[in-house]
Structures are given as structure tokens and as C-alpha cells.
């Protein structure tokens, strides 16, 4: 699977949009963009993937670069409860056997009032 | 909520002791897949299971095994447990048979070997 870089961390204040960033150059053309996001210790919480085209759904939308090579998870409005660590990955479209995810450190994105 | 449930929330045991997690998937998910997520170490995927077979293997050491059932629920097991094995341990599970596949993770089990 292809590597990613985020940063650390992140500031954004509530009721902004939270633009979170994620490079990934080496992607293959047969590579999944991924976000989850871990609140605390619980769970890791999907959030919206996509391969080549704009995504948008309840909870986020994903913008990926025409060269693919980066991609940026945008919170519209962030509140309080968005505060995570947000995790980019890279998933090769599954073929048996090849359906991890590898998570990184990801980025800290905390939620100022 | 996920709809992936995991049992118990919390275990405390003791040094060379032996522990099974349970994980019960989403309702029409046939793949379970196992991650130890550690704070040294990060999330690190350790096995994944379809349909009641070994899919794909990663970290995942030799004291610990794991299985899926005919009603698609799993269980890990993790034998002569050593202080590092504390670590929360979360199941995830997807339909299964390629495509996106998105996983979906359970609320983890935190286990703490004293």
C-alpha cells in the first residue's frame, strides 16, 4: 500500500471548516483513498473514501488532486465532537487476501470553542 | 454505532494467562479482520478471516490465534500473555469479496496484563 504523509496536528475553530491535508504520491491507479477518524480509544469510525472523483456525504467531503498524488478531508462545519485523530490510507481495491488497512500516526485535530 | 459489537469492553489478567475476545460482525458482513492497537506500535492489523477461512495474516504472533464460526462471529485468542500484549484490540468486518469493501470497527477491547 502506498505511504502517506499528514501533519501532526491541527487547530480549527468551531463552526469552521476543518481542511485536513494527506499526501500520497506514490498511489497507484488502483488505490482507494481512505478516512477514518478515532475519537479517544474508541473504534475507528469510517468517514468517506474514493478513487479518483469528489466525494461528499452526511459527514464529510474528500477532494482529490487530478494527479491523485494528494487528497484533503473537509469538515464543513466542525463542532466539538469532531476532535480525533484523523488517519489517510491508502488501500489497494481489494483483491482476496490484500484488503488491510495500514494506519499511519495521523493528524490530532483539535476543535477550539 | 457501528453494528460490530465486541466482548468484554474491558479484561484485566494476569502474566502467562490466556484470553478470548469475541467480535460478532455486521448483519450480511462475511470478513472479520483483527487489530491491536498499542502505544508503542499504533493500530497494526494482525489477521483477517471470510467466510469462516484465513484470508491474510499480518503482525500477529504465534501465542495468538484466532477463528471465525459458522455464524460469522470470531474470536481471538491470545495465550502466555506478557506485559506487552496490553493493548486495546479492535474487529472490524465488511462484506467481503472485493471492490471498496469498507471496514467497520467494533468499540475495541481493552486488555491489561498485570
Known amino acids: 500500500d502506498a505511504k502517506t504523509t499528514q501533519p501532526t496536528s491541527m487547530d480549527c475553530a468551531e463552526g469552521r471548516a476543518a481542511n485536513l491535508p494527506c499526501n500520497h504520491s506514490?498511489?497507484?491507479?488502483?488505490?482507494?483513498v481512505y478516512w477514518y477518524r478515532q475519537i479517544h480509544s474508541q473504534g475507528p469510525q469510517y468517514i468517506i473514501h474514493g478513487l479518483k472523483n469528489n466525494e461528499t456525504n452526511e459527514m464529510a467531503s474528500l477532494i482529490i488532486t487530478e494527479d491523485r498524488k494528494s487528497s484533503t478531508l473537509i469538515l464543513p462545519h466542525a463542532t466539538l465532537r469532531d476532535t480525533a485523530v484523523y488517519y489517510c490510507i491508502v488501500r489497494i481495491i481489494s483483491n482476496f487476501g490484500n484488503e488491510k488497512l495500514t494506519f499511519g500516526t495521523g493528524t490530532r485535530l483539535t476543535i477550539i470553542p | 454505532d457501528s453494528g460490530v459489537t465486541q466482548t468484554p469492553k474491558h479484561l484485566i489478567t494476569a502474566t502467562g494467562q490466556r484470553v478470548t475476545l469475541r467480535c460478532s460482525p455486521r448483519?450480511?458482513?462475511?470478513?472479520v479482520y483483527w487489530y491491536q492497537q498499542s502505544l508503542d506500535q499504533g493500530l497494526q492489523f494482525l489477521i483477517q478471516?471470510?467466510?469462516?477461512?484465513?484470508?491474510a495474516k499480518g503482525n500477529i504472533l504465534e501465542r495468538f490465534s484466532a477463528q471465525q464460526f459458522p455464524d460469522l462471529h470470531s474470536e481471538l485468542n491470545l495465550s502466555s500473555l506478557e506485559l506487552g500484549d496490553s493493548a486495546l484490540y479492535f474487529c472490524?468486518?465488511?462484506?467481503?469479496?472485493?471492490?471498496?469493501?469498507?471496514?467497520?470497527f467494533g468499540p475495541g477491547t481493552r486488555l491489561t496484563v498485570l
Open positions: 448483519s450480511g458482513d462475511l470478513s
Open positions: 472490524a468486518s465488511s462484506v467481503g469479496g472485493g471492490g471498496a469493501n469498507t471496514q467497520y
Open positions: 506514490t498511489i497507484s491507479g488502483n488505490e482507494y
Open positions: 478471516y471470510y467466510n469462516g477461512e484465513e484470508r
